[in-house]
């Protein structure tokens, strides 16, 4: 017949258990809920608390377990298995919850950097029209200063052929063979001067000027034909 103290050992023992039982329970419905949280999208903040609450309940199992361990010495090693099972789900929740946290605040954290790599390839798309605006400008000036030069070639062509739109060049040149008796008569009995003019270079945008100044000094005179040779 077993003493008084083991009869009360052996309440104690199924009193722990019961406690054990009951605080499992409690940790196996936080760890539910804070599953449902994680799967669900919830908050960062709402699943650490969620988890804070878990890791409490995973204390008092531990806590519960040990004394049921003292209680019952025949059961301790069960015990000891049971609890890292218990412990092995508590530690996959953990995972999983701390997983998800990370991932959301990295998601919040990444939400003022996006904006600024948003405003960041604006502003380079923008320089980047600046710039094929002003390659299109100073092609179109380019363009347009080789047509102008163009032109200037065409008319100076022209005043070589005699020609000069809309009508005939006023520049006619004069040969030795025209030369009539009249000028003989217009000639001086005394040396023409030395007549300056600045000669053609070549350049088409100054031959109007070159025309201009020959045809007033020289060719548009009185002076016959050969003193104009011999006046230049």
């Not at 923008?126 to 179109?140: P, S």
């Not at 000669?199 to 060719?219: H, K, M, Q, V, Y």
């Amino acid at each position: 017949m077993g003493s008084a103290s083991d009869s009360e050992e052996e309440v104690d023992a199924k009193t722990i258990l019961a406690i054990r039982t009951s605080a499992k329970r409690r940790h196996t419905r936080q760890a539910n809920h804070l599953k449902t949280l994680v799967d669900g999208g919830g908050t960062a903040d709402g699943v650490n608390v969620a988890l804070a609450v878990l890791e409490e309940a995973y204390s008092e199992v531990v806590r519960v377990n040990a004394k049921y361990k003292q209680a019952d010495k025949g059961k301790e090693k069960d015990a000891i298995e049971w609890e890292a099972e218990i412990n092995t789900f508590y530690m996959g929740c953990r995972k999983a919850a701390e997983e998800y946290s990370n991932k959301e605040k990295e998601k919040l954290d990444a939400a003022p950097n996006a904006k600024k790599r948003r405003l960041e390839l604006e502003f380079e798309r923008e320089q980047a029209k600046l710039d094929e605006q002003r390659k299109l400008e100073d092609i179109r000036q380019q363009s347009q200063r080789e047509q102008e030069d163009l032109t200037l070639q065409i008319e100076y062509q022209r005043q070589l052929e005699g020609l000069k739109s809309p009508g005939k060049s006023s520049f006619k040149p004069r040969f030795t063979s025209s030369i009539n008796d009249s000028d003989d008569e217009k000639r001086p009995r005394g040396p023409w001067p030395k007549i300056s003019i600045t000669p053609f270079n070549g350049d088409s945008r100054t031959w109007p000027d070159f025309e201009l100044s020959f045809g007033a000094l020289i060719n548009n005179t009185r002076m016959p034909e050969d003193m104009k040779l011999l006046a230049l």
